[in-house]
């Protein structure tokens, strides 16, 4: 993935398109929303609570054979722990695949964790694009009126 501003324009679309054609739960929130991914992929999407410690990322996904599997850290704010499962949920929107960890999984075999996507670091391209969908979705989710009309700049939302 180039750097450049085109590619930063297309990345913007494919994920505005992404964020408006999404059913959202009303009230918002990520577990209604990981249920209505689950549901759209046809595979359960599980959600595990963990306490935080120093040097694990505060969310991770985890893909296994039946199902996907949403390790966050319980013991932040609401507000951020709402933006680390709708982070995850994009990898699984975007069908990011990432590779076995031994490092985040040791005692997992890799035949078993199909891919894992650890939130550290935003300077991969996945994670910006899951970042970028993330913050579009929470953007919709807490939109009062109707729709947002289309960007001027950017025109309406649409896949590339």
Same mark, same amino acid.
């Given at each position: 993935? /180039?750097?450049?501003?085109?590619?930063?324009?297309?990345?913007?679309?494919? #994920?505005?398109?992404? &964020? &408006? @054609?999404?059913?959202?739960?009303?009230?918002?929130?990520?577990?209604?929303?990981?249920?209505?991914?689950?549901?759209?992929?046809?595979? +359960?999407?599980?959600?595990?609570?963990?306490?935080?410690?120093?040097?694990?990322? #505060?969310?991770?996904?985890?893909?296994?054979?039946?199902?996907?599997?949403?390790?966050?850290? &319980?013991? /932040?704010?609401?507000?951020?722990?709402?933006?680390?499962?709708?982070?995850?949920?994009?990898?699984?929107? #975007?069908?990011?695949?990432?590779?076995? @960890?031994?490092?985040?999984?040791?005692?997992?075999?890799?035949?078993?964790?199909?891919?894992?996507?650890?939130?550290?670091?935003?300077?991969?391209?996945?994670?910006?694009?899951?970042?970028?969908?993330?913050?579009?979705?929470?953007?919709?989710?807490?939109? @009062?009126?109707?729709? +947002?009309?289309?960007?001027?700049?950017?025109?309406?939302?649409?896949?590339?």
């Amino acid at each position: 993935m /180039t750097h450049g501003p085109w590619a930063r324009w297309r990345l913007l679309r494919r #994920c505005r398109a992404r &964020a &408006a @054609s999404l059913e959202l739960p009303v009230p918002f929130d990520a577990a209604g929303l990981a249920t209505l991914v689950a549901e759209r992929r046809g595979r +359960p999407v599980e959600l595990m609570p963990i306490d935080w410690q120093p040097g694990l990322p #505060c969310g991770l996904l985890v893909s296994a054979g039946q199902a996907d599997y949403i390790v966050y850290a &319980a013991d /932040t704010p609401p507000l951020h722990r709402q933006h680390i499962l709708v982070h995850e949920l994009a990898h699984l929107l #975007c069908e990011h695949h990432g590779a076995p @960890s031994a490092g985040l999984l040791p005692h997992l075999s890799p035949d078993l964790v199909g891919r894992v996507l650890g939130r550290t670091v935003y300077s991969e391209p996945q994670e910006q694009e899951a970042e970028l969908l993330a913050s579009l979705i929470l953007q919709r989710a807490v939109w @009062s009126g109707p729709v +947002p009309p289309a960007d001027p700049f950017l025109g309406p939302a649409a896949h590339d």
